[in-house]
DNA sequence: AACAACAATATTGTTGACAATCCTGTAGCG
DNA sequence: CGCTACAGGATTGTCAACAATATTGTTGTT
């Protein structure tokens, strides 16, 4: 009976492992932003030895996840409002470009299975379910960037993604941008299946930016009610 | 006297600037891809201890410069046509954004050191200088990178050009590319001064294009030689 | 009670030694 | 001559102990 999660329990967890999973902690809000992270608790909490934790650490500051002070250790890196709107001014762009080679290049197959993830988020739509919109919404946007034949690209969207993994849901909490986002990917679907680079690209961005509006809205808010609050 | 050109040196170098200093070695083509970097030999050139070398390696494999293999070590990571062709694209979209960014938010005094650098470029390729041209060619989309305020796409662009430093420079030993990439810069210049970010977004993003072909070119080139030699 | 100086604890940085693995050169064999 | 098996050295992975620093708690003074 294994003890962990992890494949080889003998040896415990790999660095990559562990940075995996502060990583997961980090973007399912169950490690905030500005809290510390100390090495022995990771390392009681993974069963990794201190040393894995440390190059684990590390890696995750090189991604920018984490900030390391001299003798203070790492903590969760906080993205400022202006950090958050040029990461999705990045990946708008990025993802506009993926969308236009996901026109060019991909095949049958993955045009249908777009499809068919469409489909299945206006029914997200309909009943009104944020959690299930917010996944497929995730795949929607792997599917292409993954058919764009673009890894590169990928990669570096993906890194863009992870401080903000959890903004990309936020916003579906609110039925208005479930409709909005949903118009957005149905304009993009229509321009890639009439072959149009070019509008799929631009549609694409339009639709990352907006999302961007959206959410400087909702920030914008908060900050109204931590004045009263 | 100092030993090194390290700044603390009575506490050796830190692993930031091992990493830099490595860094460099890359971009200067001192160590060429699939060269392995011992643990050791960087040890005695740099003066820090093994721990903080690791350390160093770590930060450069997630910058994706450098591969590591178990109980192999590090080497420098060598980039496939392919990868260079989406590294391109990627830099495309992305100088293209800040390019945009530049002619809607830059200072008047970054206006006027943009056209500064372009006139001393046109000297170069009427002198025909190629390393005058590749360096200034650098400062020149620096310079745009910085004045579009968008510090976190200037990131991720200056590791997506680390890889490929050299390439940047190679292309500009051809008198052609000289004067075409000269013209290039000059669209983008009157875009920039007519207050269109549009068009200079798509200038720029031709303009890096371009330099893929070029490199395209000269790469069958080489492969040509490759099956004569 | 508020504050400053100091001691105790917790946490991180660094080093060195040892184990595990790979690479290289050599000898033996067909 | 070509090939495999095997040692020896080289290189990396891992760990535990120690040093340096920050944080917390305590005490004494005003």
């Not at 684990?56 to 202006?82: P, T, Y």
């Not at 958050?84 to 969308?99: I, N, P, T």
């Not at 299975?113 to 944020?130: F, R, Y």
């Not at 321009?191 to 149009?196: E, F, G, L, R, S």
């Amino acid at each position: 009976m294994p003890k962990s999660v992890y494949t080889n329990s003998q040896k415990g967890p790999s660095a990559a492992e562990i940075a995996d999973w502060i990583r997961n902690q980090i973007r399912c809000r169950r490690f905030v932003p500005g809290q510390r992270l100390v090495e022995f608790d990771v390392t009681r909490r993974t069963g990794g030895s201190r040393f894995k934790v440390r190059e684990a650490l590390q890696r995750l500051q090189a991604e920018g996840l984490v900030d390391i002070e001299e003798f203070r250790g790492a903590s969760v890196r906080n993205a400022s409002m202006d950090e958050v709107r040029q990461l999705y001014r990045a990946r708008a762009a990025l993802e506009g470009l993926c969308a236009a080679d996901f026109t060019r290049k991909a095949s049958r197959e993955q045009r249908a299975k777009l499809l068919k993830i469409a489909e299945a988020m206006e029914n997200s739509v309909d009943k009104g379910a944020p959690e299930s919109f917010g996944s497929l919404n995730a795949q929607w946007h792997g599917l292409i960037m993954d058919g764009s034949g673009n890894p590169v690209i990928q990669g570096v969207v993906q890194r863009l993604n992870t401080p903000i993994h959890h903004l990309l849901f936020e916003t579906f909490y609110r039925a208005e941008r479930l409709r909005s986002a949903a118009a957005d990917h149905k304009t993009i679907l229509e321009a890639i299946m009439d072959n149009d680079p070019a509008a799929a690209e631009t549609a694409m961005r339009q639709h990352v930016e907006a999302g961007l509006k959206f959410l400087s809205r909702l920030d914008s808010d908060v900050h109204f009610e931590d004045q009263i609050g």
